[in-house]
Protein backbone atom coordinates (compact mmCIF):
# COMPACT_ATOMS: atom_id res chain seq x y z
CA UNK A 1 0.00 0.00 0.00
CA UNK A 2 1.39 3.19 -0.99
CA UNK A 3 2.01 5.97 1.70
CA UNK A 4 -0.84 8.92 0.55
CA UNK A 5 1.45 12.21 0.29
CA UNK A 6 1.04 15.76 -0.94
CA UNK A 7 3.09 16.67 -4.11
CA UNK A 8 3.33 18.65 -6.93
CA UNK A 9 2.85 17.88 -10.19
CA UNK A 10 4.47 19.41 -13.15
CA UNK A 11 1.65 22.32 -13.36
CA UNK A 12 2.80 22.85 -9.81
CA UNK A 13 -0.71 21.92 -7.99
CA UNK A 14 -0.52 19.92 -5.30
CA UNK A 15 -1.74 16.02 -5.93
CA UNK A 16 -2.47 13.03 -3.55
CA UNK A 17 -2.00 9.20 -3.72
CA UNK A 18 -6.31 9.48 -5.38
CA UNK A 19 -5.47 11.82 -7.72
CA UNK A 20 -2.60 9.47 -9.69
CA UNK A 21 -5.13 6.88 -9.13
CA UNK A 22 -4.17 5.09 -5.90
CA UNK A 23 -5.89 4.35 -2.85
CA UNK A 24 -4.71 4.70 0.62
CA UNK A 25 -5.81 2.68 3.39
CA UNK A 26 -8.16 5.15 4.97
CA UNK A 27 -10.54 4.54 1.60
CA UNK A 28 -10.80 1.26 1.90
CA UNK A 29 -11.52 1.53 5.29
CA UNK A 30 -13.83 3.98 4.65
CA UNK A 31 -15.64 1.72 1.67
CA UNK A 32 -15.37 -1.16 4.57
CA UNK A 33 -17.00 1.19 7.27
CA UNK A 34 -19.77 1.89 4.72
CA UNK A 35 -20.58 -1.51 3.60
CA UNK A 36 -20.44 -2.90 6.86
CA UNK A 37 -22.76 -0.06 8.42
CA UNK A 38 -24.98 0.63 5.81
CA UNK A 39 -25.27 4.31 6.14
CA UNK A 40 -22.78 7.38 6.19
CA UNK A 41 -23.73 7.88 9.98
CA UNK A 42 -22.83 4.21 11.17
CA UNK A 43 -19.80 4.56 9.12
CA UNK A 44 -19.20 7.46 11.21
CA UNK A 45 -19.38 6.18 14.33
CA UNK A 46 -17.48 3.39 13.45
CA UNK A 47 -14.57 5.92 12.48
CA UNK A 48 -15.06 8.40 14.96
CA UNK A 49 -15.19 10.87 11.97
CA UNK A 50 -17.61 13.35 11.02
CA UNK A 51 -20.82 12.58 8.87
CA UNK A 52 -19.94 15.59 6.24
CA UNK A 53 -16.13 13.53 6.69
CA UNK A 54 -17.39 10.62 4.96
CA UNK A 55 -19.38 11.70 2.57
CA UNK A 56 -16.79 13.67 1.24
CA UNK A 57 -13.99 10.51 1.17
CA UNK A 58 -16.53 8.60 -0.54
CA UNK A 59 -17.05 11.16 -2.87
CA UNK A 60 -13.66 11.40 -3.47
CA UNK A 61 -13.00 7.80 -4.13
CA UNK A 62 -15.52 7.37 -6.66
CA UNK A 63 -14.66 10.22 -8.46
CA UNK A 64 -10.76 8.91 -8.28
CA UNK A 65 -12.09 5.28 -9.41
CA UNK A 66 -14.60 6.86 -12.10
CA UNK A 67 -17.15 4.46 -10.83
CA UNK A 68 -20.07 4.31 -8.37
CA UNK A 69 -19.71 2.45 -5.04
CA UNK A 70 -22.49 2.37 -3.65
CA UNK A 71 -26.49 2.84 -4.30
CA UNK A 72 -28.04 5.29 -2.26
CA UNK A 73 -31.93 4.89 -1.08
CA UNK A 74 -33.81 5.95 1.31
CA UNK A 75 -32.89 2.41 3.49
CA UNK A 76 -29.12 3.08 3.68
CA UNK A 77 -26.30 2.48 1.42
CA UNK A 78 -25.86 -0.84 -0.54
CA UNK A 79 -22.77 -1.46 -2.08
CA UNK A 80 -22.58 -2.33 -6.08
CA UNK A 81 -20.93 -4.71 -7.38
CA UNK A 82 -17.79 -2.55 -7.60
CA UNK A 83 -18.49 -1.69 -3.85
CA UNK A 84 -18.52 -5.38 -2.69
CA UNK A 85 -15.31 -6.27 -4.41
CA UNK A 86 -13.77 -2.99 -3.11
CA UNK A 87 -15.45 -4.11 0.55
CA UNK A 88 -13.90 -7.57 0.77
CA UNK A 89 -10.36 -6.68 -0.01
CA UNK A 90 -10.79 -4.01 2.34
CA UNK A 91 -11.56 -6.85 5.14
CA UNK A 92 -8.79 -9.15 3.62
CA UNK A 93 -6.42 -5.86 4.57
CA UNK A 94 -8.06 -5.10 7.66
CA UNK A 95 -7.92 -8.86 8.85
CA UNK A 96 -4.02 -8.65 7.66
CA UNK A 97 -3.07 -5.98 9.89
CA UNK A 98 -5.17 -7.46 12.95
CA UNK A 99 -2.74 -10.29 12.44
CA UNK A 100 0.39 -8.22 12.07
CA UNK A 101 -0.65 -6.47 14.89
CA UNK A 102 -1.14 -10.26 17.10
CA UNK A 103 2.07 -11.38 15.70
CA UNK A 104 4.30 -7.94 16.82
CA UNK A 105 2.60 -7.97 20.20
CA UNK A 106 3.84 -11.23 20.89
CA UNK A 107 7.63 -9.85 20.86
CA UNK A 108 7.71 -8.31 24.21
CA UNK A 109 10.42 -9.57 26.24
CA UNK A 110 9.22 -8.33 29.93
CA UNK A 111 6.05 -8.83 31.52
CA UNK A 112 5.16 -5.15 31.13
CA UNK A 113 2.55 -2.85 29.36
CA UNK A 114 -1.30 -3.31 29.22
CA UNK A 115 -3.31 -5.94 29.31
CA UNK A 116 -6.92 -5.59 27.77
CA UNK A 117 -9.20 -8.40 29.92
CA UNK A 118 -12.91 -8.91 29.74
CA UNK A 119 -14.76 -10.67 32.38
CA UNK A 120 -18.42 -10.41 34.17
CA UNK A 121 -19.45 -8.02 36.93
CA UNK A 122 -20.16 -10.96 39.15
CA UNK A 123 -16.87 -12.24 38.66
CA UNK A 124 -14.92 -9.36 39.11
CA UNK A 125 -16.84 -8.40 42.33
CA UNK A 126 -16.92 -12.19 43.85
CA UNK A 127 -13.38 -13.23 42.95
CA UNK A 128 -11.01 -11.35 40.17
CA UNK A 129 -10.65 -8.09 42.28
CA UNK A 130 -8.82 -8.55 44.76
CA UNK A 131 -6.56 -10.68 42.66
CA UNK A 132 -6.27 -8.57 40.50
CA UNK A 133 -4.81 -6.00 43.33
CA UNK A 134 -2.14 -8.36 44.30
CA UNK A 135 -1.39 -9.21 40.56
CA UNK A 136 -0.99 -5.34 40.70
CA UNK A 137 1.95 -5.53 43.14
CA UNK A 138 3.80 -8.68 41.76
CA UNK A 139 3.39 -7.12 37.88
CA UNK A 140 3.44 -3.21 38.27
CA UNK A 141 4.80 -2.77 35.17
CA UNK A 142 1.38 -3.82 33.93
CA UNK A 143 -1.92 -2.27 33.62
CA UNK A 144 -4.83 -3.88 33.42
CA UNK A 145 -7.66 -2.57 31.55
CA UNK A 146 -10.54 -4.23 32.47
CA UNK A 147 -14.09 -4.14 30.26
CA UNK A 148 -17.20 -5.87 32.44
CA UNK A 149 -19.78 -7.15 30.05
CA UNK A 150 -21.67 -10.59 29.91
CA UNK A 151 -21.31 -11.16 26.59
CA UNK A 152 -17.91 -12.84 24.80
CA UNK A 153 -15.49 -10.08 23.68
CA UNK A 154 -14.23 -11.02 19.57
CA UNK A 155 -10.80 -11.84 20.75
CA UNK A 156 -9.75 -12.49 17.18
CA UNK A 157 -10.66 -8.59 16.57
CA UNK A 158 -8.43 -7.62 19.40
CA UNK A 159 -11.71 -6.32 21.40
CA UNK A 160 -9.80 -7.66 24.05
CA UNK A 161 -6.46 -9.81 24.66
CA UNK A 162 -7.81 -12.13 27.45
CA UNK A 163 -11.12 -12.96 28.94
CA UNK A 164 -12.12 -14.66 32.42
CA UNK A 165 -14.97 -16.34 31.29
CA UNK A 166 -17.77 -18.92 33.14
CA UNK A 167 -18.24 -21.43 30.23
CA UNK A 168 -18.78 -25.43 29.68
CA UNK A 169 -18.02 -24.84 25.86
CA UNK A 170 -15.63 -22.27 25.19
CA UNK A 171 -14.76 -21.06 21.96
CA UNK A 172 -12.86 -23.42 19.56
CA UNK A 173 -10.57 -20.81 17.86
CA UNK A 174 -9.31 -19.84 21.17
CA UNK A 175 -6.72 -21.29 23.15
CA UNK A 176 -7.19 -21.25 26.84
CA UNK A 177 -6.77 -23.22 30.22
CA UNK A 178 -9.29 -24.60 32.75
CA UNK A 179 -8.96 -22.14 36.15
CA UNK A 180 -11.80 -24.43 38.10
CA UNK A 181 -14.91 -25.49 38.16
CA UNK A 182 -17.86 -23.21 40.00
CA UNK A 183 -20.68 -24.36 41.76
CA UNK A 184 -24.18 -23.47 42.20
CA UNK A 185 -27.19 -24.07 44.68
CA UNK A 186 -30.58 -22.58 45.62
CA UNK A 187 -30.28 -19.50 47.20
CA UNK A 188 -33.64 -17.29 49.41
CA UNK A 189 -33.47 -14.38 51.46
CA UNK A 190 -33.17 -15.38 55.64
CA UNK A 191 -36.17 -13.68 56.41
CA UNK A 192 -38.56 -16.25 54.20
CA UNK A 193 -37.72 -19.23 57.50
CA UNK A 194 -37.47 -21.54 55.18
CA UNK A 195 -35.77 -25.09 56.09
CA UNK A 196 -32.27 -25.82 54.42
CA UNK A 197 -32.12 -29.89 52.23
CA UNK A 198 -36.19 -29.40 51.35
CA UNK A 199 -36.91 -31.53 48.10
CA UNK A 200 -36.80 -29.12 45.47
CA UNK A 201 -40.51 -29.54 44.76
CA UNK A 202 -40.95 -28.26 48.41
CA UNK A 203 -39.53 -24.83 47.49
CA UNK A 204 -42.22 -25.06 43.95
CA UNK A 205 -44.68 -22.57 45.73
CA UNK A 206 -42.57 -19.71 46.13
CA UNK A 207 -41.66 -17.23 43.74
CA UNK A 208 -38.50 -17.37 41.70
CA UNK A 209 -35.93 -15.51 39.79
CA UNK A 210 -34.67 -16.78 36.15
CA UNK A 211 -32.33 -15.58 34.03
CA UNK A 212 -33.07 -12.70 31.80
CA UNK A 213 -32.67 -13.86 27.89
CA UNK A 214 -29.31 -11.24 27.56
CA UNK A 215 -27.72 -13.29 30.45
CA UNK A 216 -28.20 -16.54 27.96
CA UNK A 217 -28.32 -18.98 30.90
CA UNK A 218 -29.95 -21.94 28.74
CA UNK A 219 -28.78 -24.32 31.58
CA UNK A 220 -30.82 -23.03 33.99
CA UNK A 221 -33.96 -22.61 31.77
CA UNK A 222 -33.83 -26.32 31.21
CA UNK A 223 -33.11 -27.09 35.20
CA UNK A 224 -36.28 -25.00 36.12
CA UNK A 225 -38.46 -26.57 33.44
CA UNK A 226 -37.29 -30.31 34.23
CA UNK A 227 -37.89 -29.57 38.09
CA UNK A 228 -40.97 -27.95 37.22
CA UNK A 229 -40.39 -24.62 38.80
CA UNK A 230 -41.23 -22.47 35.15
CA UNK A 231 -44.36 -20.97 36.22
CA UNK A 232 -43.14 -20.42 39.60
CA UNK A 233 -40.95 -18.01 37.89
CA UNK A 234 -41.90 -14.48 38.43
CA UNK A 235 -39.03 -12.13 37.50
CA UNK A 236 -36.48 -12.49 35.30
CA UNK A 237 -33.32 -10.81 35.43
CA UNK A 238 -30.18 -10.22 33.26
CA UNK A 239 -26.85 -9.97 35.35
CA UNK A 240 -26.04 -12.19 38.22
CA UNK A 241 -25.90 -9.23 40.68
CA UNK A 242 -29.37 -8.75 39.58
CA UNK A 243 -30.54 -11.41 40.56
CA UNK A 244 -28.10 -11.23 43.79
CA UNK A 245 -29.55 -8.21 44.64
CA UNK A 246 -33.35 -9.42 43.67
CA UNK A 247 -32.70 -12.05 46.24
CA UNK A 248 -32.19 -9.86 49.05
CA UNK A 249 -35.07 -7.87 48.46
CA UNK A 250 -36.95 -10.22 48.75
CA UNK A 251 -38.22 -11.20 45.08
CA UNK A 252 -37.92 -14.66 44.85
CA UNK A 253 -35.51 -17.97 45.42
CA UNK A 254 -32.92 -18.24 42.59
CA UNK A 255 -29.86 -20.57 41.49
CA UNK A 256 -27.05 -18.19 42.17
CA UNK A 257 -22.84 -18.92 42.12
CA UNK A 258 -21.98 -20.10 45.52
CA UNK A 259 -18.89 -17.80 45.97
CA UNK A 260 -20.88 -15.30 45.45
CA UNK A 261 -24.35 -15.72 47.44
CA UNK A 262 -22.11 -17.43 49.90
CA UNK A 263 -20.77 -13.55 50.99
CA UNK A 264 -24.27 -12.29 51.40
CA UNK A 265 -25.34 -13.37 55.26
CA UNK A 266 -28.80 -12.31 54.14
CA UNK A 267 -28.35 -14.94 51.40
CA UNK A 268 -29.24 -18.85 53.11
CA UNK A 269 -28.03 -21.64 51.28
CA UNK A 270 -31.09 -23.72 50.59
CA UNK A 271 -29.64 -26.76 48.39
CA UNK A 272 -26.30 -28.41 48.03
CA UNK A 273 -24.51 -27.37 44.75
CA UNK A 274 -26.50 -28.68 42.13
CA UNK A 275 -24.25 -30.90 39.58
CA UNK A 276 -25.85 -30.40 36.49
CA UNK A 277 -25.85 -26.67 36.99
CA UNK A 278 -21.77 -26.75 37.76
CA UNK A 279 -20.22 -24.48 34.77
CA UNK A 280 -16.03 -24.24 34.07
CA UNK A 281 -13.82 -21.04 34.59
CA UNK A 282 -11.60 -20.94 31.94
CA UNK A 283 -8.99 -18.06 31.08
CA UNK A 284 -9.15 -17.65 27.32
CA UNK A 285 -6.86 -15.74 24.19
CA UNK A 286 -5.97 -15.88 20.81
CA UNK A 287 -3.20 -18.45 19.61
CA UNK A 288 -1.54 -15.71 18.37
CA UNK A 289 -0.80 -14.25 21.96
CA UNK A 290 0.51 -17.70 23.42
CA UNK A 291 4.01 -16.67 23.70
CA UNK A 292 3.57 -13.19 25.39
CA UNK A 293 5.31 -12.60 28.24
CA UNK A 294 2.21 -10.26 30.00
CA UNK A 295 -0.21 -12.85 28.77
CA UNK A 296 1.84 -15.99 30.12
CA UNK A 297 2.05 -13.83 33.51
CA UNK A 298 -1.16 -13.43 34.00
CA UNK A 299 -2.67 -16.75 33.43
CA UNK A 300 -0.21 -18.46 35.81
CA UNK A 301 -0.89 -16.11 38.14
CA UNK A 302 -4.85 -16.33 38.25
CA UNK A 303 -3.97 -20.70 37.58
CA UNK A 304 -2.51 -20.42 41.14
CA UNK A 305 -4.76 -18.23 42.83
CA UNK A 306 -7.89 -19.41 41.23
CA UNK A 307 -7.10 -23.21 42.02
CA UNK A 308 -6.12 -22.38 45.68
CA UNK A 309 -9.48 -21.43 46.18
CA UNK A 310 -11.07 -24.48 43.79
CA UNK A 311 -13.70 -25.53 47.46
CA UNK A 312 -15.25 -22.05 48.00
CA UNK A 313 -15.58 -21.59 44.30
CA UNK A 314 -17.31 -25.53 44.05
CA UNK A 315 -19.87 -24.00 46.50
CA UNK A 316 -20.07 -26.14 50.03
CA UNK A 317 -22.14 -29.47 50.85
CA UNK A 318 -25.53 -28.46 52.91
CA UNK A 319 -24.07 -29.63 56.78
Known sequence: MQKRTAKKDETGTLTSDKTRGHL????????????????????SRALGVSHATIFRRLGEIEKCLGVTLFKRSRTGYRPT??????????????????????????????????????????????????????????YPGILLDIAISNQLFNLTRREADVAIRPSNQPPENLIGRPLTKIG?????????????????????????IGAGPRLQDAELEHWMENNGLKSACVHRV????????AARACMGLAVLPCYLADQDPDIVQLSDPIPEMEYGLWFLTHPDLRGVVKIHALMEFLTDAV?????????????
Not at 108 to 121: F, K, R
Not at 191 to 196: E, H, Q, Y
Not at 238 to 245: E, F, K
Open 24 to 43: AWNDFETILAIATEGSLSGA
Open 238 to 245: DTLLGILS
Open 81 to 138: PAGEELAETAKLMDEAALDAQRRVAGRDLEPSGEIWATTTDSLLMGLLAPLFTQFRHE
Open 307 to 319: RAQTQRLAGLPLK
Open 184 to 208: QAIYGHRSLGLIPGEPIHAYASHPW
